[in-house]
């Protein structure tokens, strides 16, 4: 089991510039998400999305866009990268709860710089 | 709305000895899951231990373990035996019980240091 792997870990765009932030579980998870980390901030979510072709928006979802067409990959798509998009970014993802909590996995984070 | 908030930005401990990071919490929710994850500077989100609201005692694993007051919305960690390793960032997090809602809101965190 790979758990939850995300690419590139490193990431430098000019503004303007268009990218994708990839996102894979291996662990047949429904439940997959992204977040962006910023100082002083904590994490906020994204966009997330509970199955395939089922996606919603998150607290901050201005800028980004997403898609889910397999189960096991989520990317997340920056149309005209901003320099208030620099920040990290986490994708996680879990079963669906259900009366049993599970435990959410956090990939290695991708670190973004707009300039 | 929920919120988080973590009130200690920063804190240190010697090692071996006890700390207690704090975390209040906002819900009009009656039933709910609190958590603690750890970030050291290999930025990896990792969970330390987590508290259903329906459950009066308090959750341990091993040296964590934590004082959840429901009426008071507080959870706070309490580490320890406290070792180099657990130099990290920790944020508290809050997660609604309902069905299909996964959605985590995460404090603003705590920088723990360990002198040795």
């Known amino acids: 089991n790979a758990g939850v792997t995300q690419t590139p870990k490193f990431q430098v765009l000019k503004t303007g510039q268009s990218m994708t932030l990839q996102c894979a579980q291996d662990?047949?998870?429904?439940?997959m998400s992204w977040y962006r980390q910023d100082p002083g901030m904590g994490l906020r979510l994204i966009h997330y999305?509970?199955?395939?072709?089922?996606?919603d928006q998150g607290e901050v979802p201005n800028g980004y866009n997403v898609s889910r067409s397999t189960t096991e990959d989520f990317p997340l798509r920056l149309l005209s990268a901003a320099p208030s998009q620099t920040s990290v970014y986490f994708c996680?993802?879990?079963?669906?709860?259900?009366?049993?909590?599970?435990?959410?996995?956090f990939g290695p984070g991708t670190r973004l710089t707009v300039t | 709305a929920q919120t988080v908030t973590q009130s200690q930005p920063e804190m240190s401990v010697q090692e071996a000895e006890t700390v207690t990071l704090s975390c209040t919490y906002d819900t009009s929710e009656s039933d709910y899951y609190l958590f603690w994850y750890k970030q050291p500077p290999s930025r990896q989100m990792i969970l330390v231990i987590r508290?259903?609201?329906?459950?009066?005692q308090n959750a341990t694993e091993n040296r964590f373990s934590v004082n959840f007051q429901k009426a008071a919305k507080s959870f706070s960690l309490k580490i320890s035996d406290s070792q180099l390793g657990d130099a990290a960032m920790y944020f508290c997090?809050?997660?609604?019980?309902?069905?299909?809602?996964?959605?985590?809101?995460f404090g603003t965190g705590t920088r723990l240091t360990i002198i040795p």
């Open positions: 999305s509970v199955g395939a072709g089922i996606t």
């Open positions: 996680a993802s879990s079963f669906l709860s259900g009366t049993h909590v599970y435990e959410q996995y």
């Open positions: 997090a809050y997660r609604s019980a309902d069905f299909g809602n996964e959605k985590l809101t």
């Open positions: 508290q259903e609201a329906y459950k009066q």
């Open positions: 662990m047949n998870h429904e439940y």
